[in-house]
Every structure is written in structure tokens, then in C-alpha cells.
């Protein structure tokens, strides 16, 4: 395997606009990123990535973009963003941005261009199809429910949007516009970016015959995602798209990919596959609801151990995966992988442990490092999300009561990792000293950086610890190119894992049952013991107990 300079580095998702606001309005914004850069080098963060800081109307909070080349300006200036690039170099840290070309805002010039005449030069850089006997051109619901197809007020003509009706997708078989898309990609790399998260790039290929879905419900509509499984060539699309661009920079790529087909794992992150990494979303998914939010499930700890055992074994001889508890688009990761007897810091280090020691590359979100949690709302109104909006109404129009339908939000809306950072106990949570545009978790006068920090045993300080050891001289290696076995793998309630290169091999303990757990080790010493979630280990001759949630790294 071809070494590659981001293969030992350890990621951190921002969320812009609930980070750090530095002026007062509520949002968060460039330099309050730049005030923390001190937090999360000591955090032990390599690469930023930032979600979407372009100039936006956010109707889905930033990846509805109407200038690729302009920094929004609730977030800043453009000076501020070479600040902070600037600043980040000083620090030997990198910093990515969400790539968002499966659509752009229906504010983007091309699209107002193009609604004024679809037959036109920029009509087709978009889909403008004629519907058929007074119907949209096919039965396509799109991610956002509805149909997937909006009609120009005034013509025959609908255009197509997989998501939003304001995110219309672009057509990416139309050569002027690739040439458009990759210069501006090329020109945020010239600028020093270090590379792209790229968004819902499986999106990018369609049916051009846009042939109707057997409908899936009383709608008559048949989910949009499923039209993807019927095309094959995308991976032609995202070729030409890496050498274009991020091949002559080494740049850096991780992809939100969602359906790859079978086998494709090497074509996609291998030695020479369209992107770096890409996420491994086969715990995230877990629980999804057949219909919706509201028939989704709780997560077994059994399915969780079963599918990262799996991509971990399919990964190894082909690439990397990026290796991930939550994001913006999910709960927190505390909620929905640790049963509620273990929502406690000893069972929030023990998550972040079994995640960050996999192989692949960590990436941490924002507030992950204090165990940020969901936050229940006590009305709609006080949701933000354009999905939660209409999930809401889903459940509701299931039969669900407003109070039924809050809950599950409660459990599964996207802004549950969505409300401000939550740096100290003060008024807002030292996020803004204005009004912050959502709702601050009320838990922060418990779980925040500045109680963490003076507190040595905190998940704060833990989480320095682990990454510290993922990236000490000693144990870089095995950690970033080791091997993974599964161990224990008949025991009930334990993940656990070997990382071996060479001679070197770490394993990785940890106990999420609420009772103790002694497992057959050879003789540890206590100074093989390399990581430890809780004060003491109890070991024995030839075994280990564990205790409820306790997570050990020891090596060999
Ligand atoms: C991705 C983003 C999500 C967004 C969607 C549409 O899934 O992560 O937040 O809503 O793409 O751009
Ligand atoms: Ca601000």
C-alpha cells in the first residue's frame, strides 16, 4: 500500500455555525474557529474539516450554495478565511471543506439564469425535463419527501432536485459546467486547502431516461436513491473529476458515499480510487426506519459490533475508511451506541476508545471530545432542520400524537449535534454573547470544555490521552497501518480487537455490559497497559476483569 501523508492524521468535523461565534450575532464564525485552533491542536486534531462556509440562503444549513467563490458572510470575510488557513499552518494543521457539486442553491446565478430560459446554454446545466399529462416527468420523492421534481411557474418545464427543492441538481454531463466546477475546486486548492469532504456524490450519475420507481408508498412516489441503483458508470464521472483536480494537489478526499455497489471498495478507496477515504456509515445506519424517522429502532450492540467487525476485515488489504460516531446529519453518538446505563464518562471514553484505535482515519465532531448529548425540544418550533420539519410531519400523518412525533426527533433530528459547542457554564454556554440561532443544550452547565479541562479525569482529557497515544513515536505505526483481528468475538457484550504490524500488537478491551467481565489474557504487567478508562485494572494470573464499561489498551 502506497503511503500517503494523511494516513496517520486524525480528523475533527467543525460545525461553522455552532463552533465559536467571535462578534456577538449569534453565529458562529471564522475567527472564533481561529480563537480555538490552540484548543484542538491540544486536542490533537490534524485536519479541520469545515461544513459548508460558502455563501449560502441555508436553506439546508450551507450545502445550498449560490457563490462557490464567496465566504457566506455571517461566517466572515475572505481575509479571515486566509487567516485562518494561515494560522493553521503555523500549527502543522490542514484544513478541508465540504465539496457540494451534486447541487447548488437555486440563488446561484446559473440556476436564475437558467429559469429564465430552460432551453438555454445554462438550462443545461441543470435538469429541465416536460412533464408528462400534467405530472412531474417521473415518480421520484426526494430526500426531503415530496415530489423530486419542481415545476417553473409559467412553462412546462420541471427541474429535478434529489433534495431540497431550493438544492437543484446539477448536470454533470454537460462539459462547460465540469470545466466550471473543477476550476473553482482547483482554484480553493491553489489557495492551500488541503483538500474536500465531498457531498452525496453517489448523486452525481442518473437515469436519464428518468424512468418511474415502483412507488413505495400511498404518495405514489418511489424514493429517488433507488433510481441510482438502477445506473451503472459513476465511477467514469468521479475519474475524470479526481484527475482534474485533486490528484495534481495530493489532496486529501473523503467521501459521503451511500450506495456503492458490491465489489467496488478498491475503485473507490484503493491505492488509485477516486478519493482518499471515505466514511464508514455501516453503524450510522444502523436502526433506520423503513418509512421514516418514526418506525427507526434502537441500536443492538450486536449489529454494531457485527458490521464494524466486518468493514474493518474488508477494508485492511484495500484501503482506508474514516471511522466516525456522529456528524451533522445524526444524533450524538453517546446516545444512540451506548445503552442509557452506560451514558456516563466512563462508557463515553470506552466509545471513543473502540472507535479512535480502529483502523483508518478518526474523525472527531465538535463537542464529541466532551460527550456532547441529544438535546429533547419541547416544540417543533424550536427545530431548525429542514429534515426534522418534515419528519415531523411523517410521523404525525403515521398517527403519531405531536408529543409521540417530538420524541422521536428528540432521538434522530440532525440538530442534535447541531446546538452550539459548549465551552463553559456561563450564560449560553460561552458560545455567543448574543442570541445563539439555535437553542443552546441546556446540559452545558454540567458538560463543558472549561470543567473538563481543570478536571483530570474528565472525557476531555481522556480523549488528549488517546489521540496522544494514537499518535505517540511508539505506537503511531501499528495504530495507522496495523492489522485488525477481532477478539473475543463469542463474548458476550465485549469489543475488542487486536492492531498488529510487525512485532508490535496492541489489543483493545473493552466491557459494554453492566456487569463485570474476566476474559483469559496471558500475564499482563502493569506497564503494558497503555490506556485505561478507569483507576485500576484487575488482572490475574492468566485473565483480566473488566469492569462495567471499562476499556483497556494493552500491548503485548
Ligand atoms: C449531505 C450532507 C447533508 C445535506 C445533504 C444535501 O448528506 O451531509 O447535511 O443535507 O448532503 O447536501
Ligand atoms: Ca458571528
Known sequence: MEKKWWHDKVAYQIYPKSFKDSNGDGIGDLRGIIEKLDYLKELGADILWLCPIYKSPFVDQGYDISDYYKIDESFGSMEDFDELLAETKKRDMYVIMDLVINHCSDQHEWFQKALKDPEGEFGDYFYFRKGKDGNPPSNYRSY????????????????????????PDLNWNNEKLMRELYTMVNWWLEKGLAGFRIDAIMNVKKDMEFKDLEPDGEDGLGEVWRMLETVDGVGEMLEDLKRN??????????????????DELSDFIGDNGHFGTMFDFSATVLGNGEHG????????????????????????????????IENHDSPRGVNRFLPEYARNDAGIKMLGTVSVLLRGIPFLYQGQEIGMQNCQRDSIEEYDDISTIQEYHKALEAGFEPKEALAVCGQISRDNARTPMQWDDGENAGFTRGTPWLKTNPNYRRINVKEQMEREDSVLNYYKRLLALR??????????????????????????????????????????????????????????????????????????????????????
Not at 417553473?152 to 427541474?159: I, P
Request: hydrophobic letters at 40%.
Open 144 to 167: 426531503f419527501g415530496g415530489s423530486a421534481w419542481e415545476k417553473v411557474a409559467g412553462s412546462d418545464y420541471y427541474y429535478l432536485h434529489m433534495f431540497a427543492k431550493q438544492q
Open 245 to 262: 483536480t485533486f490528484e495534481k494537489y495530493q489532496a486529501f478526499t473523503v467521501a459521503e458515499v451511500s450506495t456503492m455497489k458490491k
Open 293 to 324: 424517522w418514526y418506525d427507526s429502532k434502537p441500536i443492538q450492540f450486536d449489529d454494531f459490533r457485527r458490521v464494524l467487525y466486518r468493514s474493518q476485515l474488508a477494508c485492511q488489504d484495500v484501503g482506508f475508511l474514516a471511522n466516525i
Open 471 to 556: 499518535k505517540s513515536d511508539l505506537y503511531r505505526e501499528v495504530f495507522t497501518y496495523g492489522r485488525f483481528a477481532p477478539l473475543f468475538e463469542m463474548e458476550e457484550k465485549i469489543f475488542a480487537y487486536e492492531r498488529r504490524l510487525e512485532n508490535t500488537a496492541v489489543r483493545v478491551i473493552a466491557n459494554f455490559s453492566c456487569v463485570e467481565k474476566t476474559l483469559p489474557v496471558d500475564y499482563l504487567s502493569g506497564d503494558q497497559v497503555l490506556l485505561n478508562n478507569l483507576e485500576e485494572i484487575w488482572v490475574q494470573e492468566r485473565s483480566i476483569t473488566l469492569r462495567p464499561f471499562q476499556v483497556v489498551v494493552v500491548r503485548s
